[in-house]
């Protein structure tokens, strides 16, 4: 399964919006990772959505690799990832950097905006936070 999910990612992020870099880091396998996806019913090696959970040592949770293969996006999908992954991070923090035009979804999630912003291969990366106290809007 985590090649289907490596093999949607490269599709995406390195093909898709042309930003030739290692996407794989090493923290697939890490036991502290978890992967969540949606796949079509009876096409479980067909990923069309997924995001990656880590957990630091240090507590806090980080959201990171989020991606939607272009056919899946708009339906919803990654409010679904994200009410899942939220679901296991409970009242712990959160953080994730999130492209400029996904700030309002993560909004709705109760992350708000923190720090700087960065461009990454041409496109504007935004830190943004969740505390324990947030609330899905």
Do not use: K, N
Not at 18 to 42: F, K, M, S, V
Not at 70 to 79: E, K, T, V
Not at 96 to 121: I, K, M, N, Y
């Amino acid at each position: 399964m985590i090649y289907a999910l490596l093999r949607l990612r490269v599709a995406v992020f390195v093909v898709e919006q042309d930003r030739p870099y290692q996407e794989l880091d090493g923290r697939d396998l890490d036991r502290l990772t978890r992967h969540y996806w949606l796949a079509p019913p009876g096409a479980i090696e067909d990923p069309q959505a997924t995001l990656r959970l880590l957990e630091p040592a240090d507590g806090q949770f980080r959201i990171d690799r989020v991606c939607t293969a272009p056919q899946a996006r708009g339906i919803g999908g990654m409010r679904r990832l994200l009410e899942a992954a939220l679901g296991e991070v409970g009242d712990a923090a959160c953080v994730v950097d999130v492209p400029l035009d996904c700030v309002e979804l993560f909004g709705a999630f109760g992350f708000v905006a923190d720090g700087t912003q960065t461009t990454e291969g041409g496109i504007v990366q935004v830190p943004m936070h969740r505390d324990a106290s947030a609330r899905i809007r």
